[in-house]
């Protein structure tokens, strides 16, 4: 079996050879009458234009696989059509000439000529537009004498000098929404919030710089090679930590360079320009830091910096003893508390009123019970509240709906009489309870 992959690179050396075959063959049509030279002008045709053919099926397979591996695959759509269509033109001509060797005539001679013409349209083309993906739009024009120049010269291109160094009151880095955009689509649904593979986030600036269990910096600002996040885009394929793990394709290699080079010139996230990074107490900062040591998820909520979030539900069931001791002095700042899918001592449930400023609280796939819930009745904030997967019933959703704040029920794969779901949605309009199917939304009713 042939490892088409591997070779894919081939197709930027071999794809010489049938341009170069395909030239000769014109200069032998023009410079060698086919009147006065008929043997020699048909052998040499005939062997030129099969080679041609040959090693441009050879150029367009292994383009075909570079484009697979390496390429965005719509943005070299042009690239790929125009090649095509230059194989299609190029079959063409050899079975006209052909059939003008068998049969030279008017029809067999002119459809030769049209396909060859053809051809040579479609190479030009592909050329060009092979040109635009290793080199830019700019490829051409930069080479025209400035007069020529249709406009004026932009930086893109090269891109080798990383020319927006982000200084003073600069515009935003010119990198950062696209190197943000590649993190987000490849890398975030293994390193947010919900999933920290590694111990490591990259949704969160500090934590991304940080980086994970390997205990290496994330992201250094300006050095891409001490980055633990290049040297992991960069390992082999089929290395142990390869990123992202090598079931998923791997990232082309312009969008590594993207990230190179983002990093390079300081590594903003987008929303860093008003620095609200700056303004972290760096108290909380180093409470949050010792707790991530215990294996814990905490952080700043979205939307504030000096309210703090604490996940709680993929480190193994933690010693709660120890975790209430250190989330205490954070007791006026913890809102958001994930403490879902963990089998929690009883202690747990009545300790969760030290925590009167929860506004979020995770419980599904917990062990939570009717009773406990009689103990939420302090939280005057808590408007969100999962139950989901729990031996919580009727009476216990009826005390959480006695909540005032709640806005937000989950209550997926509870034991419930539709009668009486029915029911407590009528008498609760204004919460959304949510959740039996993931489908079955129940929005709030306008009042
Ligand atoms: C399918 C899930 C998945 C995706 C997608 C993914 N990763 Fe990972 N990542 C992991 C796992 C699992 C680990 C931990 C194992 C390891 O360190 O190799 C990890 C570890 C890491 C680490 C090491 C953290 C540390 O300090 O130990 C970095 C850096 C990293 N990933 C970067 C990335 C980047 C950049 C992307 C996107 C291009 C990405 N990952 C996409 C699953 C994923």
């Not at 230059?86 to 050899?94: D, I, K, N, R």
């Not at 059939?99 to 459809?111: D, I, L, Q």
């Not at 090679?225 to 079931?247: F, T, V, Y």
């Amino acid at each position: 079996m042939i490892d088409w992959h591997s070779l894919g690179a081939l197709h930027l050396v071999l794809l010489h050879v049938p341009i170069g075959l395909f030239v000769g063959v014109l200069a032998l049509e023009l410079a060698l009458s086919r009147e006065k030279h008929q043997e020699a002008h048909d052998d040499a045709i005939g062997i030129l234009l099969p080679l041609c053919l040959l090693t441009s099926i050879l150029t367009v397979r292994f383009g075909y696989a570079l484009g697979e591996t390496d390429y965005d695959w719509d943005a070299i759509a042009d690239h790929r059509n125009a090649g095509y269509v230059f194989l299609g033109a190029l079959t063409l001509a050899l079975f006209s000439f052909w059939w003008s060797r068998w049969r030279p005539n008017m029809w067999s001679g002119g459809v030769y000529a049209i396909s060859l013409v053809a051809s040579l349209i479609a190479l030009i083309l592909t050329g060009h537009f092979g040109g635009v993906i290793t080199h830019g739009e700019d490829a051409l024009t930069d080479a025209l004498p400035e007069f020529m120049k249709t406009k004026p010269s932009a930086t893109t291109g090269g891109g080798d000098t990383p020319d927006g160094v982000v200084s003073g009151s600069e515009p935003a880095n010119p990198y950062m929404d696209e190197a943000y955009a590649i993190l987000e689509k490849s890398c975030i649904e293994c390193h947010g919030l919900d999933k920290r593979k590694g111990g490591y986030r990259l949704d969160v600036p500090r934590l991304a710089r940080v980086g994970g269990e390997s205990n290496k910096p994330g992201i250094v600002s300006g050095e891409p090679d001490a980055s633990e996040l290049i040297h992991r885009i960069m390992l082999p394929r089929d290395a142990e930590g390869a990123m992202p793990p090598n079931k998923k394709p791997a990232l082309p290699s312009e969008q590594i360079d993207m990230l190179r080079l983002w990093i390079e010139t300081g590594a903003p996230f987008p929303g860093e320009e008003n620095k609200a990074e700056a303004k972290l107490d760096p108290e909380i900062v180093k409470q949050l830091e010792a707790l991530r040591e215990l294996g814990w998820a905490t952080d700043f909520t979205p939307w504030s910096s000096s309210k703090v979030l604490v996940n709680l539900s993929q480190a193994e069931l933690p010693d709660w003893k120890l975790c209430h001791a250190k989330l205490l002095p954070l007791s006026s700042k913890l809102v958001w508390l994930n403490a879902a899918n963990q089998v929690w001592p009883p202690e747990f449930y009545t300790d969760l009123k030290d925590f009167p400023q929860l506004q979020r609280l995770h419980l599904e796939h917990s062990n939570v019970t009717d009773a406990d819930l009689v103990q939420l009745a302090s939280f005057k904030q808590l408007n969100y509240l999962n139950l989901a997967s729990t031996k919580v019933t009727l009476s216990g959703l009826k005390t959480a709906l006695t909540l005032p704040a709640l806005t937000e029920l989950f209550i997926h794969n509870l034991d419930l009489k539709p009668k009486d779901l029915k029911q407590i949605r009528v008498e609760h309009p204004n919460v959304a309870i949510i959740g039996q199917s993931t489908q079955e939304v129940n929005k709030p009713k306008e009042k």
